[in-house]
Nanobody
Framework: QVQLVESGGGLVQAGGSLRLSCAAS????????MGWYRQAPGKQRELVAA???????NYADSVKGRCTISRDNAKNTVYLQMNNLKSEDTAVYYC????????????????WGQGTQVTVSS
């Protein structure tokens, strides 16, 4: 069993930055692919970024150049650095984990965090 706890969300002005963190329980964190999804009110859930156990990353076209996903296996933590935030980035952001990167990319990972709210004001 894996538990994921997100933090770092909040209210920021357009053009600002946030760094989201996801702390994972368990002793096999380094073997998991990790991802960040987001869901805004009235909109479909969408992938923001994902990272394999080996550090290979994928990003949604809408955030390329503005977001960076990274992991610190020693701390069992995954990060999402978001820069130049826009109003359309407003959403609840969810940390996800699975033993297979493909399941993360397809939106069906085994584990989901509780979510953290990001609100970007214009």
């Amino acid at each position: 069993q894996v538990q994921l706890v997100e933090s770092g969300g909040g209210l920021v002005q357009a053009g600002g930055s946030l760094r989201l963190s996801c702390a994972a329980s368990g002793s096999i964190f380094s073997a998991y692919a990790m991802g960040w999804y987001r869901q805004a009110p009235g909109k479909q859930r969408e992938l923001v970024a994902a990272i394999t156990s080996g550090g290979i990353t994928n990003y949604a076209d809408s955030v390329k150049g503005r977001c960076t996903i990274s992991r610190d296996n020693a701390k069992n933590t995954v990060y999402l650095q978001m820069n130049n935030l826009k109003s359309e980035d407003t959403a609840v952001y969810y940390c996800t984990a699975d033993g297979a990167m493909l399941r993360v990319l397809r939106g069906i990972p085994a584990y989901w965090g509780q979510g953290t709210q990001v609100t970007v004001s214009s």
